[in-house]
């Protein structure tokens, strides 16, 4: 079903909401573009302007990793400063009132955790590009720290523990998906009665397998975003409208069990 009219869309989304136990959120970049961080599919988006830097040609040379860290650094100005917006803030309110066991992205901005939703309860399938690590050792080091030590040296730094390279804490073309994130998702999408795929595209797989996974295992599918996706037709709600005004009326509203 495609909703033209918003309002009555709207309301049947309400209504699902109402009537569903356990209800999944499932979030790509769409929901942040209102937060002034640009996607990466869309005309004008970031791949449309650079190409993706696999995973292992950041492995095998030098230049690529300083290129890759002068890509972090040139979007800092999006996802350091970047608030919740409209849409992080309902999901928020349907994990706060116990809807939402947790809220599954494919998003790397830190910002469902911003909103109040317990980082333990974000799963982050494409990881997290607010912070890096090392390859090797696991260390955790912050952009800043990165940037100071760029600067200085200039090129990419490698960890002063190990020797090893530093990367943003994201999921790269060619490396491989975190299996705990994989994992915890299959479960929830497996006992959830309703799936909500919010701002994705759905062509990046594995992760754009779980809608229909939640859909055969018998849960309502709703597919809230601005652009069609292939998995349109088997969806029970479909809202090709602006994400965060269809989101906005949820926003720090009681949804009883």
Known sequence: MIASDLKSAIGRLERLIETSGRVLPFTGAGISTECGIPDFRSPGGIWTQNRPIPFDEFLANQESRDEAWRRRFAIEEHFGTAKPGRGHLALASLYKCGKAPAIVTQNIDNLHQASGVAPADVIELHGNTTYAVCLDCAARYEIPWVRTRFTAEGRAPVCPGCGGFIKT??????????????????????????????????????????????????????????????????ADLVIREDIGTVLAPFIAKSVAR
Do not use: H, Y
Not at 174 to 198: A, K
Not at 202 to 215: I, Q, T
């Open 169 to 234: 804490a994201t999921i790269s073309f060619g490396q491989s998906m975190p299996d705990e994130p994989m994992r915890r998702t299959q479960e929830l999408v497996l006992v959830s009665d309703l799936f909500i795929s919010i701002g994705s595209s759905l062509v990046v797989w594995p992760a754009a397998g779980f809608p229909m996974m939640a859909k055969r295992n018998g849960a309502t599918l709703v597919i809230l975003n601005r652009e069609p996706t292939e998995f349109d037709a088997w």
